[in-house]
């Protein structure tokens, strides 16, 4: 067993955007106090492994951000019922055959779907998708409403639904392999089905995040947490108000264009059926930023 150098030596990790203020090791674990939240390494077997547990500790997860996607409808049925749900992780892995892989939250509806029928579709999303739809499928559950109410789809040859609404393409497919990856499954499915509907944009994940202003929830796979730095960024200007839902910020210099709501108007002006353009919560359910 490796017996780390450490012992109560004080570290200090030059760079990254957290730095190890201070250790303590407790069994053959350090805990480092970084910005008075305390984090552990894994278990020290060798000087190898220690050196990148402490190397992870100091990482820029920002770096993922530089990762791209696009935007999705993954959507499954159980027996006779549907649900759909928001997924940027869809890649295309093999051409021949033309293979697909998702990684699914095990919490969500669409995973129990996609577990029990082993089937599913991928409905590319374009660039002008309204938020609210985006929010409908992706900050709500098929658990809470019927999310297909009111939805353009078709249902597929393996009898999946495929939502139509924003899609510039689909591709409907069988699932061959599946990977436990701890929170999430990675589904590995090859393409029965696919067709182009339209030529316009698709919408990136960047895009959705940059322009559109949308927000990610915790069961993304892609999830970091952002709330804190947004709640920063906004201290210097008063009365933006925050979704306590999904965390999108309702700036009034930029107002809700999409929901009629005009740059300039402050949150008390904004009607009371007025609702969040990416989750649909209530004005009720946003908090002031001060
Ligand atoms: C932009 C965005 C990207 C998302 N990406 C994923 C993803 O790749 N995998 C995943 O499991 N959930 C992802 N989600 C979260 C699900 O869409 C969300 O948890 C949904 O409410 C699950 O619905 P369900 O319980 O009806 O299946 C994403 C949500 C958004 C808004």
Request: charged share 25%.
């Amino acid at each position: 067993m490796f017996t780390p150098k450490l012992l109560g030596w004080p570290i200090k990790l030059a760079g990254g955007r957290n730095s190890v203020k201070s250790s303590i090791i407790t069994n053959s674990r350090i805990v480092f106090n970084i910005g008075g939240v305390d984090k552990s390494t894994g278990m020290f077997d060798n000087a190898q492994y220690s050196k990148i547990e402490l190397c992870r500790l100091k990482m820029n997860v920002k770096a993922l951000y530089k990762l791209g996607y696009g935007l999705y409808v993954v959507a499954s049925r159980k027996g006779d019922r549907f649900n759909g749900q928001i997924a940027n992780t869809v890649f295309q892995v093999t051409s021949e055959p033309p293979t697909i892989a998702i990684s699914i939250n095990k919490n969500n509806l669409t995973h129990e779907f996609i577990k029990e029928s082993k089937v599913f579709s991928a409905s590319v999303l374009c660039q002008d998708t309204p938020l609210t739809f985006i929010g409908r499928f992706g900050f709500r559950s098929g658990r809470d409403i019927d999310k297909f109410e009111g939805i353009n789809y078709r249902t597929g040859q393996s009898g999946v639904p495929v939502v139509l609404d924003n899609a510039t393409g689909y591709l409907e497919a069988r699932v061959t392999q599946e990977m436990d990856v701890g929170t999430h499954t990675i589904f590995v499915a090859e393409v029965v089905d696919a067709d182009v509907i339209s030529d316009e944009a698709c919408m990136t994940y960047d895009y959705y995040h940059q322009i559109k202003r949308g927000k990610t929830p915790k069961s993304a796979a892609t999830y970091v947490e952002e709330k804190v730095e947004a709640r920063k960024e906004a201290k210097s200007e008063v009365a933006k108000y925050m979704c306590k839902v999904c965390g999108y910020i309702y700036d009034p210099g930029q107002g809700d264009p999409d929901s009629g709501i005009k740059p300039g108007t402050t949150f008390e002006k904004i009607p009371d059926d007025w609702v969040c353009p990416v989750c649909g919560a209530t004005k009720t359910e946003f908090e002031r930023m001060d």
